[in-house]
């Protein structure tokens, strides 16, 4: 496995099970809500030195409405990891639409006073003053993926490594190219939502890393993580690229409709590297019978952990593993690359 943080940022950066007997993710099962059939990824407690019994806590909850697999795997697991504790009473608010709606949604949990609130923000500039307010209230706030640019507006804030999942698949794409003796590659790039600072640092980290081995992206277009968009935006790069020797693609939810477009097109020239770990991104890149050959992690594993570690904060404690006992200010993900070599150790996390 290979971990590629960006190290030019204060945080604490943990991959897979380093994050501590707090909230090690040690399993996966199914999600006894029966929502959607989704995988839930929870922390079965295990030999884990926090998992017994506290005090009684609540912790609220909400995420946008479920438009793609990975947004109904964060609400899933969420859901999951509060239902293994018994000390824990779930709360969960409707996001609505858009910022405002889940603004005036968060209202409601506010007056509700949960112990701690988990929130994975529409837009994490457009929260921030909820963040705030609810700090200010005495309510420790957990944000979840798209970052509070105030450090006051959040007590704990737990995401991917979005810089470093364009590291890691610029580094991939680097090491194939250059095993080819590619020297002036065609690259493309198929993004998500681009007013998302998270979509930027996607960009930014796998043009930087492209261009440190004098490569460059060709061309660019940026869905919106569905299926739908990702089939009409990759259509689109084909038709501007006759040729081309690599893509990535940010979302394995829009790699559905990229890879459609692909073998509509019936283009077989290149490879493609996707982006989170999606079960089927994960398998297909298994069976090695399509141009994917690769995923960079971006686990929605990481609202276990949120839940986990915001009960902690709720109850006083902090992580056993750490000699401080606290729960950090930051947590970030490393994005891994899975390959056909190393994918079997990563379907139990596909989402």
Request: glycine fraction near 10%; charge should be negative; proline fraction near 3%.
């Amino acid at each position: 496995m290979r971990h590629l943080p960006d190290l030019s940022r204060r945080r604490l950066l943990i991959g897979g099970a380093a994050l501590g007997a707090g909230a090690v993710l040690t399993g996966c099962t199914s999600n006894d809500s029966g929502d959607d059939g989704n995988n839930a990824q929870v922390n079965t407690g295990d030999n884990n030195a926090n998992a017994a019994p506290g005090k009684q806590v609540s912790i609220g909850f909400s995420a946008p409405a479920a438009d793609h697999g990975w947004i109904a795997a964060i609400t899933n697991n969420a859901k999951a990891q509060a239902g293994t504790y018994s000390d824990v009473e779930f709360k969960t608010v409707e996001a609505g639409a858009d910022a405002a709606a889940q603004r005036a949604a968060l209202q409601t949990l506010i007056a509700q006073k949960p112990d701690v609130i988990v929130l994975l923000p529409h837009d994490g500039k457009e929260l921030n003053s909820f963040g705030l307010e609810a700090m200010q209230a005495g309510i420790p706030v957990v944000n979840l993926d798209r970052a509070f640019p105030d450090a006051k507006a959040y007590r704990l804030q737990i995401k991917g490594d979005n810089y470093g999942m364009g590291v890691s698949a610029a580094t991939y794409i680097i090491e194939q190219l250059k095993a080819k003796s590619v020297s002036a590659p065609v690259i493309g790039e198929i993004a998500g939502m681009d007013e998302l600072e998270l979509t930027q640092e996607r960009s930014k980290g796998f043009a930087d890393t492209l261009a440190q081995a004098g490569f460059r992206v060709a061309n660019r277009r940026a869905a919106r993580f569905t299926a739908d968009t990702g089939q009409q935006e990759a259509a689109s790069l084909l038709q501007a690229l006759p040729k081309m020797d690599a893509v990535w693609n940010h979302d394995d939810d829009q790699g559905i409709g990229v890879l459609a477009a692909i073998s509509q097109a019936n283009r077989k020239e290149f490879i493609m590297v996707g982006g989170a770990g999606s079960k089927a991104a994960i398998e297909a890149i298994q069976a090695d019978n399509s141009v994917l050959k690769a995923t960079v992690t971006y686990s929605p594993s990481m609202a276990s952990s949120a839940i986990s570690l915001a009960r902690l904060i709720a109850q006083g404690r902090g992580m056993s593993d750490l000699v401080e006992l606290q729960v950090p200010k930051e947590i970030t993900l490393a994005s891994e690359t899975i390959t056909k070599e190393n994918a079997g150790n990563y379907l139990k996390l596909g989402f």
